[in-house]
C-alpha cells in the first residue's frame, strides 16, 4: 500500500485497488488507472504514465465497482481537485486527489467501490 504523511489526512483512508478512469477536461484525455486508497474527502490514484496536471487542477475521475468493470459512464465520474502529484521509481504517475462535489457522492462514489 502507498502512503502519505498520517499528519496530512483529514479523513480515515480505506486501502482499495479498483480500476478508474481519469479525464483530463482541458485536453478531453482520458488515462487508465487505479485507486490507491480511498476516503470521505479523495482519493489516491495511480496511472501508468505522466499528465500533465499540477496541484489546483480539476479532473474527473471515474472508479469501478468492481475489479473486472471494463466499462464507466460518463455520469459514474466525479470532479475532484489534484492536491498533489508525483513520478514513482517505476514510472507510474501518483495523484492525490480531493473531492468537489456534494457529500451524497462522497458516499455514493465509497459505496460503489467497496
Given at each position: 500500500?502507498?502512503?502519505?504523511?498520517?499528519?496530512?489526512?483529514?479523513?480515515?483512508?480505506?486501502?482499495?485497488?479498483?480500476?478508474?478512469?481519469?479525464?483530463?477536461p482541458?485536453?478531453?484525455?482520458?488515462?487508465?488507472?487505479?485507486?490507491?486508497?480511498?476516503?470521505?474527502?479523495?482519493?489516491l490514484?495511480?496511472?501508468?504514465?505522466?499528465?500533465?496536471?499540477?496541484?489546483?487542477?480539476?479532473?474527473?475521475?471515474?472508479?469501478?465497482?468492481?475489479?473486472?468493470?471494463?466499462?464507466?459512464?460518463?455520469?459514474?465520474?466525479?470532479?475532484?481537485?489534484?492536491?498533489?502529484?508525483?513520478?514513482?521509481?517505476?514510472?507510474?504517475?501518483?495523484?492525490?486527489?480531493?473531492?468537489?462535489?456534494?457529500?451524497?457522492?462522497?458516499?455514493?462514489?465509497?459505496?460503489?467501490?467497496?
Amino acid at each position: 500500500m502507498i502512503t502519505l504523511d498520517e499528519d496530512r489526512r483529514t479523513h480515515p483512508r480505506i486501502a482499495l485497488q479498483r480500476p478508474c478512469k481519469v479525464c483530463e477536461p482541458r485536453s478531453g484525455k482520458y488515462y487508465a488507472g487505479h485507486t490507491c486508497d480511498l476516503s470521505e474527502g479523495g482519493m489516491l490514484i495511480s496511472i501508468a504514465q505522466r499528465m500533465n496536471i499540477k496541484p489546483g487542477d480539476v479532473l474527473h475521475v471515474g472508479v469501478a465497482q468492481k475489479r473486472r468493470q471494463v466499462l464507466l459512464r460518463t455520469n459514474e465520474m466525479v470532479r475532484l481537485r489534484v492536491t498533489r502529484c508525483f513520478g514513482t521509481p517505476d514510472g507510474h504517475w501518483l495523484i492525490g486527489l480531493e473531492l468537489l462535489d456534494a457529500v451524497d457522492t462522497d458516499e455514493r462514489m465509497l459505496r460503489r467501490a467497496a
